[in-house]
């Protein structure tokens, strides 16, 4: 039996970088000899055999020989091995792109036969931004979206595939790389016409809803469901219709169903589906901060409390238009809790929300002098 280091680890360690997770491929043993050898391994493979061992990967090859192996794989950065002895083992490109910082793919075949590849490709330039996407790598992502096979792949497997993105240092690469490779439709279809409609007249916008909405993603990199949120908060503006642009009035309403009918689509959970929809239902509002009447504040205010998204959504909005009110919010949401109601007003329904609301309004209008 042959164990090889493989993968992003050999990468990372080449890069000199920390290695958060260790994957081996296995040789020269069938998987039921491996299970033999290793009772305590769990077999989690789907498509091929796949075993967890103390929170190590282990995976036996998809085809032979070794070099074949490599080919199979998806990126050349990513088919490295090194054997027992230290050995690198790779493919023939990894070296070279190591050091140019390029994507490629390990072969063009290698997306045909697992097009959720497509999706990984783009979640690794979101990883790590320092290396460049290769003129192959756009033109087999277009090939596999070309040929309908995107559309085969499970919903969840493109939810998990967009977690792990949000999570990334430049989440923006993510969605930027599947719209160069007219990868968006169907799984993120709402994007698709994004790249030709502006975000918003001069001098406000400078560019269109896709980047504008990719630089909001990346500036709120570290937060995962803050930076769904930015990929949420204009997804209103791709169905503007063409007259009324550059204005996009009302996107923020029309948004917050299509935000909520995107994270459905793709499987995520209901914490990302509710902070997608109040990302795009709140982010106008709360940009005129200053100009609202003190209801509509409180209503806002204690919408996002009890969803826990309050602090997330004024970081949006000074992602988006470089609008800092945060501190105004914190001290406003502290007087608005503070509020109680008079125990003769209270346990009367409908009505004690109601005068519980203008308590709150009242103790967030301006104090006359």
Not at 38 to 67: H, I, N, T, Y
Not at 210 to 225: I, K
Not at 291 to 318: A, I, N, Q, S
Request: hydrophobic share 40%; net charge positive.
């Amino acid at each position: 039996m042959n164990v090889y280091l493989a993968g992003g680890a050999v990468r990372d360690l080449l890069l000199g970088r920390p290695v958060a997770d260790r994957d081996y491929l296995v040789t020269g043993a069938t998987r039921q000899e491996f299970a033999q050898r290793f009772p305590q391994a769990r077999e989690v493979g789907r498509s091929f055999p796949v075993f967890l061992l103390d929170r190590l990967e282990f995976s036996f090859p998809r085809k032979a020989p070794l070099d074949e192996e490599l080919r199979s794989r998806d990126l050349t950065v990513n088919a490295m091995l090194i054997d027992q002895d230290g050995d690198l083992i790779c493919h023939p490109d990894s070296l070279d792109d190591l050091a140019s910082r390029t994507l490629r793919p390990a072969s063009r075949q290698s997306f045909l036969d697992d097009p959720l590849r497509v999706f990984r490709a783009a979640r690794f330039w979101a990883k790590m931004p320092d290396f460049n996407p290769h003129d192959e790598l756009v033109e087999i992502m277009q090939l596999v979206a070309a040929r309908g096979l995107i559309a085969t792949l499970p919903p969840d497997r493109i939810g998990q595939e967009t977690r792990k993105a949000l999570l990334s240092e430049s989440p923006g690469n993510y969605l930027r790389l599947l719209a160069k490779a007219d990868c968006l439709d169907p799984w993120l279809t709402e994007f698709k016409q994004s790249i030709n409609i502006p975000a918003g007249p001069a001098p406000y916008h400078d560019t269109d809803v896709l980047e504008h909405t990719c630089r909001v993603m990346d500036s709120l990199a570290g937060d995962g469901v803050a930076v769904w949120m930015g990929l949420c908060h204009d997804i209103g503006k791709t169905v503007t219709p063409k007259e009324k642009l550059p204005s996009h009035h009302g996107h923020d309403r029309i948004g917050a169903d299509m935000a909520d009918t995107l994270a459905r689509r793709i499987r995520l959970s209901n914490t990302l589906a509710l902070a997608g929809r109040k990302g795009a239902q709140w982010h106008m509002t709360a940009a005129r901060y200053r100009e609202l009447r003190p209801g509509t504040k409180v209503d806002m205010l204690m919408d996002l409390h009890r969803c826990g998204l309050l602090r997330r959504l004024f970081r949006l909005v000074t992602a988006d238009q470089d609008v800092d009110d945060w501190h105004l919010a914190a001290r406003d949401i502290r007087r608005v809790l503070a509020v109680r109601l008079p125990s003769e007003q209270r346990g009367l329904g409908p009505d004690s929300g109601t005068r519980l609301r203008q308590l709150r309004a009242q103790a967030l209008a301006p104090r006359r002098k």
